[in-house]
């Protein structure tokens, strides 16, 4: 039961007294929590699938096919793609969202009036589809390490942490016209923000927000962060910066063996990203040493090649399970997957919680249709399993966000 806030009120297996109850023939998990997005990419999803025989295509190719989009974008159309972008993610099963926001500038590179005018699209996108939002705009300066920025990259860039904190503070009222609405902070990466201004950043940004970064993502990354840093870029954040719950590191592809158990053990946590990773060719996370150090780790959606959360959750199985040889990762896969993600999540955006459910804890959640054939004859034992193993969105009754029912199948949107 939930009150007008949609905060749980009452949990138990008895119906209480005089009280109307809706029925869902479902099995409800709590809402998936999408840890990293960068919404205006949704507008080229699919976009960059082709290349000319003969030539190279990874990453850094993939890249100027996203400068080409992030240059189109106007406000309106920023919040357009994000809406129809955050509606799907609801459709998915997600309930909140984490906006790594670099998209900042006009197409000139020059500070909108409002300097928040970008993210400030992306609330109001996510006010208008009904998710959880936690805006992040990143502090982007360099092209890469110590290397001026392109033209392609100018509607990225603060060129100081003043210029960066102006930006950051800006975002505060865009995020205070949402009730659903939190910030967090951060930096690009090693490679897109001086060294020295990375620390700045943290060391004088609010320690009661979330921080963001990408990390060792490309084993090309890594090569000039040793030219330019003398250490790799998980190994430099670890030894320069107090790793702790606060971080939240994205990617994090290409990891020594201590750096991955020095990473698990400070606290930090991993955010990754299995659809655009393995679009993308970054390689894969060392997740069975990962956690088996202690290591803690949500997921996001990225660039939004794929936006199923159980797809995700089962080719971050598989590809150890390719890798190791191997079935069962893990002694309970579905479990160690949906609790893991679940708490770093919420983490990610900023949020604390007990438990999936919990009297006066929002009741977010999905509901998975129990009719479905490959649910209906799990039972109890096997439930969760059958959902993360065998199941897409056709088989999603519907997704609660504080209660009420941001998305229902079948219904019209």
Request: aromatic residues 10%; contains cysteine.
């Amino acid at each position: 039961g939930v009150d007008e806030q949609g905060l749980i009120r009452y949990l138990g297996a008895e119906k209480p007294a005089d009280v109307a109850i809706e029925t869902v023939p479902g099995a409800a998990l709590p809402g998936f929590q999408n840890a990293h997005s960068h919404a205006f990419q949704y507008g080229m999803a699919g976009h960059a699938e082709q290349h000319e025989p003969g030539t190279r295509d990874d990453f850094w190719s993939w890249r100027e096919a996203m400068y080409a989009c992030a240059e189109t974008f106007s406000p309106e159309q920023n919040e357009q793609v994000a809406t129809t972008l955050y509606r799907h993610l609801l459709r998915n099963g997600y309930t909140s969202v984490v906006e790594f926001h670099y998209l900042h500038h006009d197409p000139t590179g020059r500070p909108y009036a409002n300097l928040a005018e970008m993210g400030e699209r992306l609330v109001a996108a996510a006010r208008t589809a009904g998710i959880k939002i936690t805006l992040v705009p990143v502090f982007y300066q360099k092209g890469d390490f110590g290397r001026e920025p392109a033209p392609r990259q100018r509607r990225f860039i603060s060129n100081t942490t003043d210029e960066y904190f102006k930006l950051l503070e800006a975002s505060r009222p865009a995020v205070a016209q949402y009730g659903r609405a939190r910030l967090g902070y951060g930096v690009h990466s090693l490679r897109a923000v001086e060294a020295a201004d990375v620390l700045a950043t943290y060391a004088q940004g609010p320690n009661d927000l979330p921080f963001h970064l990408h990390a060792a993502e490309q084993i090309l990354e890594v090569e000039r962060s040793l030219a330019h840093l003398g250490a790799r870029p998980v190994e430099w954040l670890l030894d320069n910066l107090p790793l702790s719950e606060q971080f939240h590191l994205v990617h994090c592809t290409h990891m020594t063996a201590d750096e991955t158990r020095r990473l698990a053990q400070s606290g930090a946590q991993v955010v990754l990203c299995p659809g655009t990773e393995g679009n993308l060719g970054d390689g894969i996370f060392p997740l069975v040493d990962y956690a088996a150090a202690g290591g803690r780790w949500s997921i996001g959606t990225d660039s939004h090649i794929s936006l199923n959360p159980l797809e995700d959750l089962r080719w971050l199985d598989y590809g150890q399970r390719l890798i190791h040889r191997r079935r069962n990762t893990f002694a309970d896969g579905a479990t160690t997957l949906v609790d893991t993600t679940f708490f770093a999540g919420q983490r990610a955006g900023g949020h604390r919680v007990a438990d999936y459910f919990a009297l006066g804890q929002p009741l977010d959640a999905v509901v998975y249709d129990l009719a479905q054939p490959l649910l209906a004859q799990a039972g109890p034992a096997h439930l969760l399993p059958a959902i993360v193993y065998t199941a897409d969105p056709t088989t999603i009754l519907g997704t609660l966000v504080d209660g009420q029912w941001a998305y229902q199948a079948g219904a019209m949107s």
